[in-house]
């Protein structure tokens, strides 16, 4: 294993027609860190998921869907507390939720919980709802500070507001973990959440990297991605273009395939990203847009195996 993803696994439950004609809901495994973790393994790029699994039904499916992409699970953490449900509404492919998380499997993990790294894994990658539900988002936050400042770290918050209890608590741990980032990954809308003040993207960006990481990538849809290095650098990289199903679990598979293109090309360490060339940086970003585009062509957080992406890449 050389990359660990750290953060949440959970059920979609999704709409699905009924024999009597209504909509019923089919669990499907999901989650932010989780659907990254798959897209890794399919991608063979040699991924593990810590989390936390609860025993029942639901984790058993999260744990078999994993390990059928080729996942590690050897640093899942189990018990009894039920599966995270996130109930999913679709509007013209968009996805709303209801999530039930309240005393979870994943909420509830603990520093004292999380295992001691060997050093056969290289990187870490954190993000989604997991940074922001407590108390397992200070888990993750003290487990990054622990295990983060010889491997390369890449962060993406993936900000969602309504699970935000205390802001002040979540910037002043979002900013902790920033700073212990190489890689840091933001839409648009993220940073303007973030840097709430009357300025432009790229000068958003700038005041980031003054934060700690080597490698800013803004992501914006349709008209794809950038790339900031800390010293005044940047990389363009558009989107591809396909027939959109939904865009579920595009930007979790986008970071899986940025960072199974750096692993392939021996560039996810911590001096290897800050002394990245524009022409590396710029074909991990492709990658992963390659990666996404792929999901979003059809339905759900389905990442691509890595025999089915263009034979171009």
Known sequence: MT???????????????????????????????FNTAVALGRLGAG???????????????????????????????????????????????HASYSFFDENSAGRMLTLKEMPKLSPEVTALYFGGISLACEP??????????????????????NIRTGFIQDEARYRARLDKMIARSDILKVSDEDLNWMIPKPLSLHEKVDLILTKGPSFVILTRGGQGATGFFADGR???????????VDTVGAGDTFNAGVMAKLSELGLLTKSAIRDMTVEAATDSLAHGAAVAAVTVSRAGANPPWADELPSTL
């Not at 660990?4 to 989650?31: K, N, Q, Y």
């Open 47 to 93: 991924a593990g998921l810590l989390t936390g699994l609860s025993t029942d039904m639901f984790g058993q499916q999260l744990k078999a869907s994993l390990e059928a992409s080729h996942v590690d699970t050897s640093k899942i953490i189990t018990s009894s507390r039920p599966s995270t449900l996130a109930f999913v509404q679709l509007t013209d492919g």
């Open 136 to 157: 397992g988002a200070d888990a993750y936050a003290d487990f990054l500070e622990q295990e983060g400042q010889t491997r390369a770290v890449m962060l993406d918050p």
């Open 234 to 244: 940047s990389v363009n990289v558009p989107a591809r273009r396909v027939e959109v």
């Open 3 to 33: 990359i660990l993803c750290c953060g949440e696994a959970l059920i979609d439950m999704i709409p699905t027609p009924s024999v009597e004609g209504r909509d019923g809901f089919v669990p499907h495994s999901g989650g932010a860190v």
